[in-house]
Structures are given as C-alpha cells and as structure tokens.
C-alpha cells in the first residue's frame, strides 16, 4: 500500500493562517471499496475560496471538518480503479484535497479529462477550470458588458482579474486594471493589453478614487470585483448611470474582520447594480465556456500565466502567497 502525504486542518485559523494550522503527516493510502477509484493527485489549484473553508461557519461549502486534509481542485491519473467509467491510466479532475491519494466516486466531482487537447494539463486549473470559467460567466453573464464601456478590475493581476481585462478588450470595451506594485501594473498594459493600469500601494481610499478618476475620465460603466475594502469604495464613487457591480471575491476581507462597503449609496445614486457571482452556478455549462475560451487563446487573444511551486511540503508556503501578492499568475502547486 503505497503512503499518503496529508496536508491536514488542526485548528480554524484566527485571522490570517499561520503554519501551526496545518500538519502535514503521512499514512496509507486507502484501500478501494465497489464503485471507488483512487486518484494520484499531480496538481492542484490554490484559490483564495479555501481560507473561507477553513472557518468554523459554513458559506456555499460546507467547513473543512478539523484532522482532514484541506480541500483543494486537483487534477491527477487513476491509479487504480473498481468504478465502471474510470480505468487506471485515465487523468482526471475534481475537486478532492492536499494529499497524494484521494478517493473518487462514481456519480462525484470527479471527471475524466484529455491533457491532449490543452497545451499543459494545469490549465484545466486555469484557463479551462474554475479560474477560466469564473472570468467567462462572472463577466459575460453578471456584468453584461457593451461595446465602448469601461471595466475596472480590482485585483487584475490574479489569475481571474487578468483574464477578465482580456475579455473585456475582446468585447469592445476599455479595460482598467487596480494591482499592486509597478511590476504588476506594467504586466497589465504590456502582457494582458489593459489600457491602464493603477497601482494601489500607498493609496487611502480618497487618493484611490481620485486614481480611478483619472484614469476612467469617462466614469466607470461595469466593476469586476476581487478585493473589496476602499478599493471597492474608491471604484463605486466613479460608477455611471445604470453601471453594473460583478462581485466575485473580498480578498482583503478573508483574514480579517468584515470591513463593509461604505459607499453602496452609490449604488442608488447611480441607479446601479451589484450582484455577487459563483461559478459553481455555470458548472453544465462549462464545456461551452471551455471551447470558446479555447477559440480566444489559440487566436492569440488570451494570456494565461501560471505560477508552479513544487512539494507537498510547501503547500503552506504556496498558500500564503495569494494573500501576500508574490504569485505571478494562477497558483499551482505541484504534488507529484
């Protein structure tokens, strides 16, 4: 029986993560029961979305029970198999945990996938999973963009918020980045095509707005949301008339004590509308999201980075880095 590297939840962080939350430890791998495969995980995805999980309170998950391996999206090959549909050999998808062997189920999360019909496997933890799909629906669908309006991304260096600026630009509108340092910025206009980028650091909420002004002379028609707190402020002072708020994260919110939105008068003032986004609601639906995505990058029209570190071992490390800025892309982690 081979051994089973688990990164485990002892306790509910308070605040942010600290590495004393987290054992990783090493058992057998579980034995097989009818109608189960066992998955040898290769990657998995890093999301902001597993802090929330983390927490004692359920949200649109429920909590990650404590003394269990972390939950995570991974992608791996069936190794062995007692589940009609799943043969040894065959790559799969789904959303299992931080650990080496995982259990799938038929009729669970767990999907067949072709690494031949992508450039790299990973990016069916980008482009062509949740990441790809949260930009596709969350801004098609939630923002409903026109032609010539104005999108302001918060968090536009992130693996969503990149994708949503090049969406954006594909659908005629001018598309406005808010990142952190100048590396960042600059990887917005030069790789991702955004037509500016504003840098937040060192930024109060009035000099943000004043920022956003300056760079959206025209007002702002449509706002893709990741951060929240006074970035989120500072963009609902510079809505338009009939303007349309795509909530999809709250990062800076995850560690801390909810802050609140203090501007959402605006949303009256503006006659605007804000609505929040999940993209589990587009799971049928993403094959189609899938292939036109497909159609976009292989004309060159899409970008997507995606940033590996190796090792089970540094999952909490790699984690930490969503919250710190220091991933340059989509974070993956490499377990075998």
Known sequence: MPTNR????????????????????SEPAPALEEGQFLIRNHYASLDPAMRGWMDAEGNYMPPIPLGDPVRASTIGVVEESRAEGFEPGQW?????????????????????????????????????????????F???????????????????????????????KIHGCRAVGIAGGPAKCARLTEKYGFDAAIDYRGKDEAALTAAIAKACPDGVDVIFENVGGIILDAGLMNLNLHSRVGLCGLISEYNTEPRGIRNLWQLIVKRAHIRGLLVAD????????AAQMGVWASQGQLTIDEHVDE??????????????????????????
């Open 6 to 25: 688990r990164f485990l939840l002892q306790r509910r962080p308070d605040g942010t993560p600290v590495a004393e939350d987290f054992e990783l430890v």
């Open 92 to 136: 799969v998808m789904g959303l299992n945990a931080l650990e080496d062997y995982s259990i799938g189920v038929t009729g669970g999360f767990t999907q067949p996938i072709d690494p031949s019909l992508v450039p790299s496997v990973t990016n069916y933890l980008s482009i062509f999973g949740a990441v790809g799909m949260t930009a596709y």
């Open 311 to 336: 090792g089970l071992e540094h999952a909490f490390d790699s984690f930490m880095r969503l919250f710190a800025g220091t991933n340059d892309g989509k974070m993956i982690l490499k377990i075998a």
């Open 138 to 168: 969350g801004f098609l669908e939630v923002c409903e963009p026109k032609p010539g309006e104005t999108v302001l991304v918060s968090g536009a260096a992130g693996a969503v918020g990149s994708l949503v600026g090049q969406l954006a």
């Open 282 to 289: 587009y799971v049928p639906r993403f094959g189609e999201g």
